[in-house]
C-alpha cells in the first residue's frame, strides 16, 4: 500500500502552481499579441482552429452565433442546425444513431462535422 506523503502533496501543489503561473504567463503573452487588454475583450474571431491537416478557421466562422429560436424554427447557421436536427432524430429514434449513407458521412467529415468519424 502506498500512502501520500505531506512532502508529495507539498510537490504537487508548487508543480500545479507552476502550471498555472505558467499558463496565465502564455495567455497574457498571446492576448497582448493580438492587442486585447482584458479577457472580456476576447472574441471568437480571435481564436484560430485547426479543421484539418492543413486547413483553418476562426471560432466565430466554427460556431456562428444564433438567433433565439433558429434552431427551432430550422433557419440556424448549417452545420450547427445539421447536428441540432441530428439530435432531434436520436431523441426520436430512442436514444440511438440514425443510419447515414457514407456518402453523407463523408460530406460531414469534409465539412469537419464533430464526431462524424468513425
Known sequence: MVFHTKYQ???QAIRVY???KTTIHSAC????AIGVKKPSELHPSHIMVRTSGVHTATYAE???PVEKGALLKGTGPPLLQEQF???KLVNANGGKLPV????HRNALEY????GSGH
Open 9 to 11: 502533496s507539498t510537490v
Open 18 to 20: 507552476q502550471y498555472q
Open 29 to 32: 503573452e498571446i492576448m497582448s
Open 62 to 64: 466554427r460556431f456562428p
Open 85 to 87: 436536427n441530428m439530435g
Open 100 to 103: 447515414i449513407s457514407r456518402s
Open 111 to 114: 465539412a469537419g462535422y464533430p
